[in-house]
Structure formats: structure tokens, C-alpha cells
């Protein structure tokens, strides 16, 4: 298990990277969980869906991830509150936005 603060941290630096290399990037959403690091980004160019479904990913070390991570994309017309989670995230409620602070 991986504390809280250090997956964080990680998720911070992984959601960075990913908004620099796509500006289309919105909104990103993190979902704590103590051994896999999970987000949401909200991406105009990517396609619509009723789900949120997750890329899975091993761990980076060199890119500064060294745990497992998911990621999904969803669009900005879809209310993310509405859409389906995979089904061990929790509920939206449990969602950190972190888009400021990846910037």
C-alpha cells in the first residue's frame, strides 16, 4: 500500500506531462487508491462514450510513475458525474479535481 501523499504526488506529475504534450487537456480528475494510480482527463479531441473506460498501465519509474496506473479520456459534453465508472473507482464523489494544480 501506497500512501496517499506519494500517490499524489505521482499523479500530479503524471497528469503535467500529460497536459503538456496534449493542450486540448481540461479537466483532470484523480482517483485515490493505494496501489494503482488512476485519472480521468477531460480531452475535446478524444471520442464520446457512456462509460469511462480505463487504459491500464505497468509501472514508469523513469517517467516518474512507479506504480501502476489507469488512465481514461473523456469528452467536455459529457457531465462527468453522469458517466459510469469502472466499477472499483467509487463514485465521482471520491474524485480529486487537479487540473490547477497541473499546470
Known amino acids: ?3 496517499k ?8 506529475a503524471m497528469a503535467k506531462a500529460n497536459k503538456k ?5 481540461s479537466r483532470i480528475f484523480w482517483f485515490p487508491h493505494g496501489e494503482e494510480l488512476r485519472l480521468v482527463e477531460v480531452d475535446e479531441i478524444c471520442m464520446a462514450s457512456d462509460v469511462v ?3 491500464h ?3 514508469n519509474p523513469a517517467g ?4 501502476p496506473s489507469a488512465l481514461a479520456l473523456i469528452r ?5 458525474q453522469q458517466l459510469k465508472l469502472p466499477d472499483d473507482w467509487g463514485t465521482w464523489d ?6 490547477d494544480a497541473a499546470e
Open 1 to 3: 500500500m501506497v500512501s
Open 5 to 12: 501523499d506519494d500517490m499524489k504526488k505521482w499523479a500530479l
Open 53 to 55: 473506460e480505463a487504459f
Open 57 to 59: 498501465f505497468g509501472p
Open 21 to 25: 504534450e496534449e493542450p486540448s487537456i
Open 94 to 99: 471520491d474524485a480529486e479535481e487537479i487540473t
Open 64 to 67: 516518474g510513475v512507479p506504480v
Open 76 to 80: 467536455p459534453e459529457e457531465v462527468p
